[in-house]
């Protein structure tokens, strides 16, 4: 009995000291920092030395605005002034392909912003991507070539492989068999990144990185590579929130990007029945709570998680609608509600009738394939 008396004694008293204070204050947030879900810690707004709240820090230091205008679905005749709007409007990072067909018109819109003195080249930002019939070694500096030419630059700030896989050289964007599919190449993209790698060297592209690629994909170009990816451009939205590829691009220091972040609604092959990202009344209950466009939403969610993002829209209104997003922050109840909508579905995968008319992804056959793994 003494001896529990002495021993309740001390364990006051320790309770009590300024040692025990310490202890507590440092096992306690362990112990809640311990009780959050992997989903939860994508979430975080503090985002370390990579992203300054504007601007992702690529690993060579460059600066990439965290917002950018995207290009693709811009019609020739819009996508000029859609250009100069963005401009005007604070865009400093302009997304392109030459897939997209609309290069020429976007390097006179460039050339007339620069004469306009409003920004000089090495304010903007901008990014192309290699086609899928360039990823033959002796293909890759035509193809860069030419996309600089058609945008009337010297260099690009970032130049990505577009897909994995690759299509059959020297023919049409989409080259056929016989039969209606697609005639593949079998060149490896580590082939086409040694030849990204020589255009860095030349001055011809300032960063150099990858899109659509998967965890396994993105880890072998960084593994086997004298220049690493700086970025990984993706579909990302809430229905579809990436979260382990995005895990394993940060570990890499491969930063992300997320293309179609709206859901991209006004694609060519939408079906009737496909999920509307835009009309989710969960969505339009959250804008409506910060008194903001389902959109600008959508837009803050990824940079609130440090993913730079790239909204296309050829609408002047809209163009600025999107900019006007660094006023407001998300909860992070909010930041978990949206990230609860994940599916996963894509909006972005390219897709044939079977025999029976079903859509079945085009490419998945391919060996190098991105979506045939789970992220």
Not at 123 to 134: E, G, P, Q, R, Y
């Amino acid at each position: 009995r003494g001896m529990s008396y002495n021993f309740l004694s001390v364990f006051y008293s320790f309770l009590t000291s300024r040692s025990a204070c310490v202890l507590l204050l440092g096992i306690i947030p362990a112990i809640l920092l311990s009780s959050r879900t992997a989903r939860d810690m994508p979430l975080k707004k503090s985002h370390g030395p990579t992203f300054d709240g504007k601007n992702a820090i690529l690993r060579n230091g460059s600066n990439m605005p965290i917002l950018g205008l995207g290009t693709w679905k811009s019609k020739p005749g819009e996508v000029a002034a859609a250009i100069k709007v963005a401009v005007e409007a604070g865009y400093r990072h302009i997304d392109c392909a030459q897939i997209y067909g609309n290069e020429k018109e976007i390097g006179g819109a460039l050339k007339e912003v620069f004469a306009g003195g409003k920004v000089k080249r090495e304010d903007l930002f901008i990014t192309s991507k290699l086609w899928n019939t360039f990823h033959a070694a002796q293909d890759v500096r035509g193809a860069l070539q030419k996309t600089l030419d058609d945008l009337q630059l010297s260099y690009v700030d970032l130049y990505l492989i577009h897909w994995p896989h690759g299509f059959a050289r020297g023919g049409p964007t989409f080259p056929r068999n016989e039969d209606g599919t697609i005639n593949y190449s079998d060149t490896h993209y580590m082939e086409t990144w040694g030849e990204m790698e020589k255009a860095v060297d030349d001055g011809l592209v300032k960063n150099i990185g990858v899109s659509n690629f998967n965890a396994r994909q993105v880890t072998e170009v960084c593994e086997k590579s004298r220049i690493k990816p700086s970025v990984n451009q993706c579909e990302c939205h809430p229905y579809l929130t990436q979260v382990p590829l995005l895990a394993v691009c940060e570990k890499l220091g491969v930063h992300f990007t997320a293309y179609s972040p709206l859901g991209s609604g006004d694609r060519p092959w939408a079906k009737p029945t496909d999920p509307k990202l835009m009309d989710d009344e969960g969505l339009k209950a959250i804008a409506d709570k910060y008194n903001k466009t389902s959109a600008q939403v959508l837009i803050r969610f990824q940079i609130e998680r440090g993913v730079s993002v790239i909204p296309k829209s050829s609408n002047p209104d809209r163009i600025r609608a999107n900019f006007d997003v660094f006023d407001f922050e998300l909860s992070e109840e909010d930041m978990e509600k949206l990230a609860a909508f994940n599916r996963p579905w894509r909006a972005c995968v390219p897709c044939i009738k079977d025999a029976t008319g079903k859509d079945i992804p085009r490419d998945a056959g391919h060996p190098l394939y991105p979506f045939n793994d789970a992220y």
